[in-house]
């Protein structure tokens, strides 16, 4: 149970084109998901919490207006790059916790399977 | 913001050697947790730890809680090849929902 299916698994596109990453909880709802980035060999940083029909609360020094996140559903999260530049190349995570639609307080992150982003 | 490290960053071990991974964390926290990377793949669930003085078995892994200290350890035992991944803690706020996550161990078991 909590499975998490991220889409695309990587993707390459172009510098200043934008590119949306898909998050769902495939057999549980989520009413808050969370978006990290990782660089290569480094640890994950949490950019968002994106909470179902409502706006998203970003870390410090995330730009809100580059990351895009829409969380219109309690299965579904969205990260859009705005405007792509080769620094936003990374390895994007989407997590979700079945706490709050029945899980526990204490259940641990499940992770999406990860995105690879390549801005040429 | 709440600060998690790790050491040691990377470790190479032999097979059938015992070494312990430290997890510090800056605030108070009731919620710690264990995983595992391998290279290109995303993140599994190892370990919760929940209270002080926890600790969790499975197989050649062993995680301990010391919440007054704010420090957790990842043991290994008898290390095999299998073992070799990334390994990170995370740590959940108090009041709030986020996790973040340690500095993480890179863990290569040489046969």
């Known amino acids: 149970g909590a499975v998490v299916s991220q889409h695309p698994s990587w993707v390459i596109c172009k510098s200043g084109t934008s590119v949306k990453i898909e998050c769902r909880s495939l057999?549980?709802?989520?009413?808050?998901m969370f978006w990290y980035r990782q660089f290569p060999k480094q640890s994950l940083m949490l950019m968002a919490t994106s909470n179902e029909g409502s706006k998203a609360t970003y870390e410090q020094g995330v730009e809100k207006d580059k990351f895009l996140i829409n969380h219109a559903s309690l299965t579904l999260s969205t990260l859009t790059v705005t405007s792509a530049h080769p620094e936003d190349s990374s390895f994007y995570i989407c997590s979700a916790r079945t706490w709050g639609t029945g899980g526990s307080y204490n259940s641990p992150l499940h992770f999406g399977n990860g995105t690879r982003l390549t801005v040429t | 913001e709440l600060k998690v490290e790790q050491n040691p960053l990377f470790l190479s071990m032999q097979e059938g050697k015992n070494y312990t991974i430290y997890c510090n964390y800056s605030?108070?926290?009731?919620?710690l947790y264990w995983y595992r990377q391998d290279p290109g793949k995303s993140l599994e669930s190892l370990f919760v730890l929940l209270s002080n003085g926890a600790v969790k078995q499975e197989g050649r892994l062993m995680a301990s809680l010391d919440t007054k200290a704010r420090l957790s350890t990842l043991h290994i035992t008898a290390a095999v090849h299998d073992l070799s991944a990334t390994y990170f803690c995370a740590v959940a706020t108090p009041t709030g929902n986020q996790f973040y996550f340690g500095t993480g161990t890179s863990l290569t078991v040489i046969p």
């Open positions: 057999d549980f709802q989520a009413t808050t």
């Open positions: 605030t108070t926290s009731d919620r």
